[in-house]
């Protein structure tokens, strides 16, 4: 029963781990100057739960790009953030006198402690990343005083009080966190500067007094006190134990609260110092322990590098100023070559020059009709296809018995039996329809009826003729008392023939009809539709188009009258 608990507890690790570094991907997200805006507003609060309102009013009066953010773009950050673990749903109760307010107060977020973290470390980031940062050297003679204070006050009989020890060890490791955190700092930017090779003099100049002397005296500062450190160090390990059991029963911090200590799911972060671990790390820092060189050596061992660099950048500009690296009138001059020279010779010093070779391909002819410039570059010019035979094997020769032919039979009869079931479903269809003539507003129509009735719909409007109607129609201009004429459809109609239906569409002003199908009502406002079989509705329409053929005949004849009586 062990092994399966075993197996499952490095993939817990990995899901923690993944969830941790997940918090972090607001900082790379395509909208990760609105998120940073956003998590320094709680950043900016302490156990405080904010709702979208008032997140929205703290980013208005910071201003910076999220002042054009809306209370739903917001929403989504919120929620996102939400999702990575940079921020949590907040438990506090809402009062509210109206459900709309209930609806804005409800969704309340406050920030975590990994958000918190993160977003901390970000800022100072963006604060200082490229500056140098000083290094406390100060605070190094500080922790060797703070050390043997300590030690004296162990070795006094009756020990130390455990409130004197507490407040010691713990300005002693915030001393020392301090230092190292700026000795790492500084050489880090001192690494990103001596990585550089294009320093000039003036750069040269000033990062050479900042090696020479600042550098310089850390060396010898850190060289002086660390042997006096690990000294004092090495009198105070053996009564380290019963120092951290003294400190324990005195404050015992959050691991003594009830319902943390005994809780694994409860993990408590002690402060620096009260550990043994966080002794050793200290210790680790000025004494070689277990082979492991000491910080302090490392230390050294930087700064020799660091020195070596300068003189690798002095010797690269020396080398530079009298010319002895420098290409420029050597590369003057074949560009000069190059801008004299005819096409073909510009070839053979380019390959003189650079060794570039132009490519071969032998056997690939390319197609006729994909003739290419010799001057077209290959980056531009078309892709040859050499076969995988001459391209592995260097032959054209076929290897092996031919493929059969590929048999499309299913996939035919697969496409056939589609169109037949379409076709039978456009059939039925137009059945439907033509059984629902007449009575649209009791009947309810499938989606494909409904379907092919807007198909057949488009099309008549598509091909509809507007035509005048009312006051001023026959002489095209409007009443006495100025009222514009009306519009008609004229010829509104369109047919299947393969379907044998037909759709026929008049406008009748105050009419309407409605459609109900599975899809939903349709309703048409002013339109009245009339469905028959093709054959019948081409009689029908070839009667009516001669009747109105007639009719602007006789219009017309009138017009001409009252023109020539007038």
């Not at 999220?66 to 990575?84: I, P, S």
Request: charged share 30%; hydrophobic share 40%.
């Amino acid at each position: 029963m062990g092994a399966p608990a075993q197996q499952s507890l490095p993939e817990t690790q990995r899901d923690d781990t993944w969830q941790r570094l997940n918090a972090y991907a607001y900082l790379s997200a395509p909208e990760r100057l609105e998120y940073v805006a956003v998590m320094r507003v709680f950043c900016s609060t302490l156990l405080a739960d904010l709702a979208v309102p008032d997140v929205l009013a703290k980013l208005a009066e910071s201003g910076g790009p999220t002042v054009a953010l809306d209370a739903e773009t917001l929403t989504a950050r919120l929620e996102r953030l939400v999702h990575w673990g940079a921020l949590l749903r907040s438990s506090h109760s809402v009062k509210a006198s109206s459900i709309t307010e209930y609806q804005r107060s409800r969704s309340r977020y406050q920030l975590s402690k990994l958000g918190e973290r993160i977003q901390r470390d970000a800022d100072e980031v963006l604060a200082g990343a490229d500056a140098a940062r000083e290094v406390s050297s100060e605070l190094l003679a500080l922790v060797e005083r703070g050390l043997r204070e300590l030690n004296d006050a162990v070795q006094r009989p009756g020990g130390v009080e455990p409130q004197d020890a507490l407040e010691r060890v713990s300005t002693l490791f915030v001393q020392f966190t301090e230092f190292a955190d700026s000795v790492r700092d500084f050489y880090a930017y001192l690494g990103q500067v001596l990585a550089r090779y294009d320093l000039d003099s003036a750069e040269y100049q000033g990062f050479k007094e900042l090696l020479l002397d600042y550098v310089e005296a850390i060396r010898e500062d850190v060289a002086f006190r660390a042997p006096r450190i690990a000294s004092v160090l090495e009198l105070l390990w053996p009564h380290l134990p019963g120092l951290l059991e003294r400190l324990d029963a005195h404050a015992r911090g959050l691991s003594g609260v009830p319902g943390t200590g005994g809780q694994p799911e409860v993990r408590v972060q002690r402060s620096r110092g009260r550990e043994k671990a966080d002794w050793e790390g200290l210790r680790g820092w000025f004494t070689d322990v277990d082979g492991q060189a000491s910080q302090v050596d490392q230390l050294r061992d930087a700064t020799m590098r660091a020195l070596q660099s300068l003189l690798t950048n002095a010797k690269r500009m020396l080398r530079s100023a009298s010319g002895e690296l420098s290409r420029r009138k050597d590369l003057l001059r074949l560009a000069r070559w190059f801008d004299e020279a005819a096409p073909e010779d510009a070839h053979d010093i380019a390959v003189a020059a650079f060794g570039l070779y132009g490519a071969r391909h032998l056997g690939v002819p390319p197609a006729s009709d994909e003739a290419v410039p010799a001057y077209t570059s290959w980056w531009n010019g078309p892709v040859v296809e050499v076969p995988v035979a001459l391209r592995e094997r260097g032959s054209r020769a076929q290897r092996g018995r031919a493929s059969a032919m590929e048999d499309h039979s299913a996939q035919k009869r697969h496409l056939q039996e589609a169109a037949r079931a379409q076709a039978e479903s456009r059939r039925a269809a137009a059945d439907e329809l033509r059984s629902a003539a007449g009575r649209f507003a009791d009947v309810r129509l499938s989606s494909a009826a409904l379907g092919l009735l807007l198909e057949l719909l488009a099309t008549a409007l598509g091909n509809a003729r507007l035509r005048r109607t009312g006051p001023g129609a026959e002489s095209g201009a409007g009443d006495l008392d100025g009222a514009a004429p009306e519009f008609g459809l004229e010829s509104a109609r369109s047919a299947d023939a393969e379907l044998g239906i037909q759709l026929t569409v008049r406008r009748s002003s105050g009419a309407g009809t409605v459609l109900h199908s599975a899809d939903g009502d349709l309703v048409l406002d002013d339109l009245e539709l009339e469905i028959g079989r093709a054959a019948e509705a081409t009689v029908g329409a070839e009667v009516e188009a001669k009747a109105e053929v007639e009719a602007k005949s006789e219009a017309e004849a009138e017009a001409e009258a009252e023109v020539s009586v007038s």
